[in-house]
């Protein structure tokens, strides 16, 4: 195995590690992150109260499952894309948010370091459009869910029809556009 294809496989067995770690946690409900708030945890890269991210039912006390996929996809070196840049509201507490689930679904939808596939491996992020997750198998996600109420892990009927992604790291060209840029007397990051 080449020294490439042997990080791409640790890390997508990070992002699953790190998943299976968080099984049973109510961390990525929305109540989490308002207490988490109330008491001045910094957690604003986690707050979203954005509608866009919601579930169907626009539901306070849901769970968000992009943003689990998010957290996980950081610790293990896999959140490669650049956050959505939005302007902030009264109910919009950021100045960008992470993909939805909805994003993650469309094939046309770009996610820098992570390419669309037909099978679902160990590792890999699927969606139908409204859920997703990290695949424990090709039968399996782990995901933020509102129906038990806490992370878990189920075979899911709809992996066979969601949109697969799989880490493959970025381009030479998506590097290149993230180095900071110079020759204007400034130097601009765009990380």
């Known amino acids: ?6 990080g ?4 997508k ?3 699953v590690l790190y998943a299976k770690q968080k099984i049973g ?18 957690i604003s890269y986690q707050i979203n109260l954005n509608p866009a991210s919601w579930d169907k039912r626009g539901a306070l006390f849901s769970f968000k499952c992009n943003m689990f996929v998010a957290d996980i996809a950081r610790l293990a070196g896999t959140h490669t894309w650049n956050e959505i840049a939005h302007q902030p509201t009264i109910n919009v507490l ?3 948010r992470e993909p939805t689930a909805r994003e993650w679904a469309t094939a046309t939808f770009r996610i820098a ?19 997703m997750g990290i695949a424990s ?3 399996k996600l782990i995901s933020a869910s509102s129906r038990v109420g806490a992370i ?6 709809e992996m066979k029809i969601a949109i697969k992604r799989r880490f493959i790291g970025l381009t030479e060209n998506e590097i290149l556009d993230r180095l900071p840029k110079t020759g204007t007397g400034k130097t601009i990051r765009t990380f």
Do not use: Y
Request: net charge negative.
């Open 137 to 139: 198998s090709s039968t």
């Open 13 to 15: 067995g990070l992002m």
């Open 1 to 6: 195995m080449t020294p490439l294809k042997s």
């Open 25 to 42: 946690s109510r961390e990525w409900s929305d109540s989490a992150f308002i207490s988490a708030t109330s008491t001045g945890k910094d």
């Open 94 to 96: 950021t100045t960008s």
């Open 8 to 11: 791409l496989a640790q890390a």
């Open 152 to 157: 878990n892990e189920v075979d899911w009927d």
């Open 113 to 131: 370091g992570w390419a669309i596939v037909n099978d679902c491996e160990f590792g890999d992020v699927a969606s139908n459009g409204h859920h």
